[in-house]
């Protein structure tokens, strides 16, 4: 029974994990084409490749805090991310 309910919350876990960095994703997506911004433009901003740009827009690959406040800088809108952030760390935002 242990067995199975570790799995259990493993696998929630997972989830949570899953969703936030897709919707982080798409939240820096969004935001970046907001302010009319090319990936090329974030990169030169922050030093992050345009590739690891692009893998955190499309399915979350390396979003971190870091980047997230990376990014969030270079886009003008730190603090609506790090809302964002927490909303969807806390399952608010979908």
Do not use: Y
Not at 46 to 70: K, P, V
């Amino acid at each position: 029974m242990n067995g199975i309910l570790a799995t259990q919350i493993r696998d929630a876990r997972c989830g949570q994990r899953a969703a936030f960095r897709s919707g982080m994703g798409s939240a820096l997506r969004s935001f970046r084409k907001q302010k009319g911004l090319r990936i090329t433009h974030i990169s030169r901003a922050t030093g992050i490749s345009t590739q690891a740009i692009s893998r955190m827009e499309a399915n979350g690959r390396g979003i971190t805090l870091e980047n997230i406040l990376r990014v969030g800088e270079a886009i003008g809108c730190t603090d609506f991310l790090m809302a964002h952030a927490i909303r969807l760390w806390r399952g608010d935002a979908q």
